[in-house]
């Protein structure tokens, strides 16, 4: 978590989150509301998919748009993790979100780096969040 100020006020946004996958869950709950999230064009995304067992609380949450979370995030590099897991791997998996500067309350982008601890599974993507963001996989 990160201290910030929006629309002068304190207020505090999500950073990253690691975990250690080796099975994959159904999500429970609501997510919370990151700061500056907009209904109308955004998502709220899990740093760490809920299906790794990332929570739903704010220090997980970021508002990302729809175009990089849905399919980026989720079907062009979770699902790569999540086939990993389901084959039988213990994957480690970190999730950065990068913010352009201090206050900002929408990360630019989201880095992902995931490996696998019994297979050669790597998986290495830079998610652009933007309203166009163009879609990526692990590298």
């Not at 998919?49 to 609380?57: L, Y």
Request: aromatic share 10%; hydrophobic share 40%.
């Amino acid at each position: 978590m990160q201290d910030f100020v929006y629309k002068g006020l304190p207020a505090k946004k999500a950073t990253g989150g690691t975990a250690c996958i080796v099975k994959i869950v159904f999500r429970k709950g609501t997510p919370a509301t990151p700061v500056g999230y907009d209904p109308k064009i955004m998502h709220k995304g899990h740093l760490v998919a809920a299906a790794f067992g990332g929570s739903n609380g704010v220090e997980n949450v970021v508002p990302l748009y729809v175009k990089a979370n849905t399919p980026t995030m989720n079907l062009d590099v979770e699902a790569e993790v999540r086939r990993a897991v389901r084959a039988g791997d213990r994957v480690l998996y970190r999730a950065t979100a990068y913010y352009s500067d201090i206050n900002d309350e929408l990360p630019s982008l989201v880095f992902i780096k995931a490996w696998g601890m019994k297979t050669s599974f790597r998986c290495f993507a830079v998610i652009r969040n933007a309203k166009n963001s163009p879609r990526t996989g692990c590298v």
